[in-house]
């Protein structure tokens, strides 16, 4: 049971970025990989990031989709008995592997829905403040390292589990509308 569940997840998670990018075909991915012969990849282009990640398709599985505007690629280990094997936080753990475009500027947007809600973002801020410094952005965007896409999503999951459920739906809504 538990791997068709994990199966069914990692097929609506490739529907959502194949969605995704259908829904605007002219917006190009900003992160690109260029993978090795017989590799599989995938990508996801999300409002706050894009990323992209290659994969060993005899060894390894791979899942690409948007969670909350960012960008997830992921990869792991397959295990024929367990199936495709994953962190269950997909959300936090970012892959060495993926490469990483992040959109500071659309980032920065979240402030203004959690300060309607009274919740304070200072310490997202300063994280924001402090990542988008290290790097060139072209438009706001920049290519940045795991480690400091790690530390982002690190805040932004400090306000995300502040929120209620119908919060969390409303933080979808307003993604979308941005």
């Known amino acids: 049971m538990k791997r068709t ?17 259908a829904q605007d075909p ?13 590799q599989s990849t995938c990508s996801s282009v999300c409002f706050f990031s894009d990323c992209c990640i290659c994969w060993n398709p005899a060894t390894q599985n791979g899942a690409c989709g948007c969670y909350w505007g960012i960008s997830t690629c ?6 024929p008995s367990k199936g495709l094997t994953l962190d ?10 993926a490469n990483i475009v992040f959109h500071f500027a659309n980032f920065k947007k979240l402030t203004v829905f959690f300060a309607r809600l009274n ?5 997202f801020d300063d994280v924001v403040r402090s990542t988008s410094s290290k790097y060139i952005s072209t438009n706001d965007n920049a290519k940045i390292s795991t480690a400091d896409f790690t530390a982002l999503l690190t805040a932004y999951s400090k306000l995300i589990v502040q929120l209620t459920e119908t919060q969390k739906n409303d933080l979808n809504i307003y993604i979308k509308t941005l």
């Open 74 to 79: 992921k990869t792991g280990l397959i295990n």
């Open 5 to 21: 569940q994990k199966i069914f997840i990692i097929l609506v998670m490739h529907l959502f970025s194949y969605a995704a990018n």
């Open 26 to 38: 002219g917006k190009i991915a900003g992160a690109s990989c260029s993978c090795g012969p017989g």
């Open 119 to 123: 919740i304070n973002t200072s310490g």
């Open 88 to 97: 269950e936080n997909i959300f936090g753990e970012v892959d060495p592997a």
